[in-house]
Every structure is written in C-alpha cells, then in structure tokens.
C-alpha cells in the first residue's frame, strides 16, 4: 500500500518553456503532499508544502511564482516550473502522507529528473 | 540553525558483515527520527521510525537506536548482503512543523 505515482520520469526542455510534473497517491488520499529538490550528492531540499484545497507554502528562497503548486484533490499534486533555466536543472521528488503529524512516514515518489537545455 | 549530519563519506563493507551508520543532530528537539533508503535515480523509501522515548527499534535485519542525550542515531544492517548497496538518509521534522528534513545521507557499499 500507499504508492505514490510521479509522472514523468524525465523531461528535458529548452530554456524558457514551462514543465509540468504530476504526483498521485494511487491507493490513499493524501491531506499534505510535499515537494523536494535534489541536487547531486545533496540533500532533498523542501521546496513546499501542499494541502489540499489550500495554497501551498514554499520554503524561504524558492520562488512560489517560479514553482506552481496545485493540489486540487486528495490525490493530486501538480509541480509547474515555468520559464525554466538550466539552474533548475535538477532531481524533483514529491512526497505524500495519509494523515498530518510529525511520526507519518513520507511515501514518496520515484522523482522526476528535470534538464533544462 | 539546525542540522542533520551523516557520514558523507561511503562505507564499503563485506557481504555478511554488520553496517553501522551513524546520524547527529543540532538544534532540534525530536519526537521521532526516521530512516529511509534511497537507491540511484528512485525516491526514498521508509525504513524506520523510531520514537523519542524508545532507545531502540528493531524489524528484520535492521535496528535502530536514539539518544536524545548525544543527539545522535545508528542504524545498523546485520548479515549485510549486497542488495543492501545504496544511499541511507536520516530525517527529522523541524520544531514547528511536521515536513521532514533530511540529511545528506550515507552510501552503502556491499560487496560479495
């Protein structure tokens, strides 16, 4: 149980284009989805946080008009870069919990691998 | 500010052997911390989660321990085998909230 589906696996795009990447909770609904970055041999670094029915809430320093959230369903996030640059370049993951608290394991998707050309 | 540090250096062991990782924590105050691997290119998968007042968690060939004292966890594989290679990642959420952050994790290495 708890599988997280994200779509797609890769994209590389040109510089300037916008990209839409997908997260689905296939088998829970899913309250707070959460979306990261990783860059080589880093860290996931938060981006943000998003419920359902409500604004996301981005982390200082990610750029919430760059970085779309929407997370209009129990089951659905969606993760829009727009105008990308090759800096954003980069490994995103989005993440899911069934129910909020500080002990929900995060479920997380296999990521989507974002080259900007 | 706070932090999660791992070993950024990777371990290598032999297939059979006991693996111990190692994570230190500042300037947070956790209820929980977790564990969970991550193999190339795929997203993380939970481990473990091991409470504050729980000195120890075990489940199959993996264990767990917490000291809130030294601010600091191991995560030990017995028995490594080599499907054991890959990157393992401690996180905590931060005081006020509930997100997870992570540290930068610790390669594993099991050769046969």
């Known amino acids: 149980g708890a599988v997280v589906s994200q779509h797609p696996s890769w994209v590389i795009c040109k510089s300037g284009t916008s990209v839409k990447i997908e997260c689905r909770s296939l088998?829970?609904?899913?309250?707070?989805m959460f979306w990261y970055r990783q860059f080589p041999k880093q860290s996931l670094m938060l981006m943000a946080t998003?419920?359902?029915?409500?604004?996301?809430?981005?982390e200082q320093g990610v750029e919430k008009d760059k970085f779309l959230i929407n997370h209009a369903s129990l089951t659905l996030s969606t993760l829009t870069v727009t105008s990308a640059h090759p800096e954003d370049s980069s490994f995103y993951i989005c993440s899911a919990v069934a129910y909020r608290g500080r002990n929900s394991p995060l479920h997380f998707g296999n990521g989507t691998r974002l080259t900007v050309t | 500010s706070q932090k999660i540090e791992q070993n950024s250096e990777a371990l290598n062991i032999q297939e059979g052997k006991t693996a111990t990782l190692t994570c230190n924590y500042t300037?947070?105050?956790?209820?929980?911390l977790q564990w969970y691997r991550q193999d190339p290119g795929r997203g993380p998968v939970f481990l473990l989660l091991?409470?504050?007042?729980?000195k120890e968690k075990r489940k199959e060939r993996l264990k767990v321990t917490f000291d809130t004292t030294l601010k600091q966890s191991l995560f030990h594989i017995t028995a490594s085998q080599p499907a054991d290679s890959a990157t393992y990642l401690c996180a905590l959420a931060p005081n006020s909230g509930y997100a997870l952050n992570f540290g930068k994790g610790t390669s594993l290495l099991v050769t046969p």
């Open positions: 300037n947070y105050s956790p209820a929980y």
């Open positions: 091991i409470r504050e007042n729980e």
């Open positions: 088998d829970f609904q899913a309250t707070t």
């Open positions: 998003s419920n359902e029915g409500s604004k996301a809430t981005y």
